[in-house]
């Protein structure tokens, strides 16, 4: 992807329809996507705004296409065309850690009413209900309920974070976090995700890029998939 390219998709706002563009250029053509990929994250690597601007639009794309066609259409079209910096986003692996069978997240033991009511209110309204158990319709393991919880309007980022930090997950809340825009955006939250081991190497590899530099060498000491420890080695060295 030639620095005009760059420009172009980095200019596009909102967010949404830089996402949007980016999944077409990156879908539309395996070999030419698998090109302007790996120029994007060279030119990221090296500092370039605008490329680093592109470059979250197009991780998002890549984990809100997690096992789509396209993408292992692009994945393999890297190896074959020996894109090493674009090849080293996707991964077959499995999570570091999985919930063993029968493969159910630990319940919370709060009810599906009380995470519908705590969505529902406002900021002030919050401050009144105070008898809501919010630690635990946080950690609730039902994705319905994450779904509801990260489209409701008054939720923070702290509460988001718990939320993208959850150990066990499971791959439907995951899809959950990354699907929501709002706070797919919010680089904290991309950390709390790529740091989980729980996480597919699919998603945190893609994310990985699209963290600062310090965050990526924290990462080299975390419990995480040894790929994803590597990759961010090597992001960073």
């Known amino acids: 992807m030639a620095l005009s390219d760059l420009d172009a998709l980095a200019s596009i706002e909102p967010l949404a329809s830089r996402v949007a563009v980016a999944r077409e250029r990156l879908a539309v053509d395996a070999s030419v996507g698998a090109a302007s990929l790996d120029a994007t994250l060279v030119h990221a690597r090296q500092g370039e705004p605008r490329a680093r ?59 599906r009413m009380y995470a519908w009511i705590f969505a529902s209110l406002d900021q002030k309204a919050r401050a009144r209900a105070y008898w809501l158990p919010v630690p635990r319709i946080l950690m609730h393991p039902d994705a319905e309920v994450v779904r509801r919880l990260l489209g409701a309007p008054a939720l923070r980022l702290n509460e988001a974070l718990v939320i993208a930090s959850r150990r066990p997950t499971s791959d439907a809340i995951v899809r959950e976090i990354t699907s929501s825009l709002r706070w797919i955006a919010r680089v904290e939250v991309r950390e709390a995700l790529v740091g989980n081991p729980f996480v597919k190497p699919a998603v945190a590899l893609a994310l990985l890029p699209t963290l600062l530099h310090g965050a990526q060498r924290s990462l080299r000491r975390g419990g995480i998939h040894p790929i994803v420890r590597e990759a961010a080695r090597l992001g960073t060295s």
Do not use: K, M
């Open 53 to 111: 601007r592109a470059l979250l639009a197009c991780s998002i794309a890549l984990v809100q296409g997690e096992g789509e066609q396209w993408v292992r259409n692009l994945a393999r079209a890297t190896r074959e065309q020996r894109h090493a910096a674009a090849a080293a986003l996707f991964s077959d692996a499995l999570p570091h850690r999985r919930v063993l069978l029968p493969g159910r997240l630990s319940d919370p033991c709060v009810s």
